[in-house]
């Protein structure tokens, strides 16, 4: 395995090595090709999380419907584009705006504030995370300057999905993602890394399936417990499965772009340095004000809580550096769009169509999805 880093392997011959290999080994190796695909500099994301407003009651979120007591907020397309303009200020190049998944909000008020960050922050990247919308919606979104979008899979065991997501199927996770595709969206999914129920066999599984949905960016990052949701009391996985999972992801996937995530960082006080030196190239700072973002907790012992936007970038900057690392502003498009990604592509697009003729994508989520689920569960489930 020694000249892994320098060229493709094949999934059976890298599972061979995750079977045997010791976490060293295997986030060295991660890491090692990480530095070569996409070299010392890690792309910042800045993240928005612009509402706690959720349709859905998933049993592992702290944010779910039917927890009481969370004070719940919305966000206004001003106030998010404020952000996102002080953020430009301050050198971001993208953004992420992310909230619980609330058709009526993303309906109205989330394409105004697309509309206007695509404006006031021409150059930048914009990437939503709002859960299942329709197509339409989405196409709305893209027309309206979207670039990227981020809906995870949660976990790649129909069952166990369909348990954790209130009846909800695998396999509308991947209609959805087919969709983004489809309209020509750069496309980012993932999963937790310890849920109750969850085996080896999972783990392997979840990292199987990105590779051959092709992201675009993989989120992984480790289940971690809240005393609200049904789930309170469930055992918390050790950081090392979390580290294993993203070396797996990079050695499939060496081109996707990928987070160490907060909940790493929230896990264990260096998560996100140890993410990176297992083969993440992106940090998310976030840039959400504290009086919102205390109120987004999906999982308790969040870190950053009380910090404005600034000092997460200052922070992460000193933090890169401890690594041997350094942050970037570039936008970080897609590697398969080399360099090329145009801004604010969808504006193009025609206007009188309610959703855009779908866009190239060389994607093949729509293979991707109908080989791997219906064998186990049907597309619509
Ligand atoms: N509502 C959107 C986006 C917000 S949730 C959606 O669900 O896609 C963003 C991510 O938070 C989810 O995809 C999930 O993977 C993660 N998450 C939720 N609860 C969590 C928990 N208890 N521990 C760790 N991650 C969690
Ligand atoms: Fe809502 Fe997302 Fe939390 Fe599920 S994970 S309850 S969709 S915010």
Redesign the pocket.
Known sequence: MAELATREREPAEILAFYAKAGTEALTGRARELCLERHGRRILLRGLIEYSNR?ACD?L???IRRSNARVYRYRLEPEEIAALARKGYAAGLRSFVL????DPAYAEAALPRAVEMIRESCPEAAITL???ILDRAAYGRLKLVGADRYL??F?TSDPELHRSLRGGVGLGRRLEALVDLADLGYQVGSGY?VGLPGETEETRVDNALLCRELRLDMVGI??????GDTPLAGSPQSPIELTLRAAALVRLLLPDAHMPATT?AGSLDPEGREKMILAGANVLMPNITPPSAKRNYL??PGKICLDEEGETCIGCLSLRMKTIGREISFDRGDAPRLGGQAKVGAGTDLDHEAAVPAAAPSSVPLAQAASSSVPAKEGAHA
């Open positions: 959720c998933c592992y979120c702290g992310q909230g619980g998944e995370s709002a859960g809906l995870r949660e937790m990052g480790p289940f971690i417990p809240h909940a999906l999982y």
